[in-house]
């Protein structure tokens, strides 16, 4: 059996022995973790495109010759 799955049928087990309204806060925080994680994968990858691009444009612009060292003293 899968490690992860074994895991959560754990975490689901222990939660089940906590009382209804600890589980219930346990379920919403699960719920809006999992949403959160859904809206961070899909914005990656609708930006996904554009940050190669502007990594592309900048590399070029390396290789070109027209960028310079980035000095930290100066930041």
């Known amino acids: 059996m ?7 049928e754990q ?3 222990k939660m089940r022995e906590l009382p209804p309204d600890r589980q219930e806060r346990f379920a919403q ?3 809006h973790e999992l949403e ?3 809206d961070w994968e899909r914005t990656t990858a609708e930006h996904a495109v554009g ?3 502007l990594v592309d444009e900048v590399l070029a612009a390396d290789g070109r010759g027209e960028t310079e060292p980035l000095d ?4």
């Not at 899968?2 to 959560?8: A, E, G, H, R, S």
């Open 72 to 75: 930290l003293d100066r930041l």
């Open 11 to 13: 975490a689901i087990q």
């Open 2 to 8: 899968d490690p992860m799955v074994t895991m959560l």
């Open 51 to 53: 940050v190669q691009r």
């Open 36 to 38: 959160s994680d859904a």
């Open 29 to 31: 925080f699960l719920l």
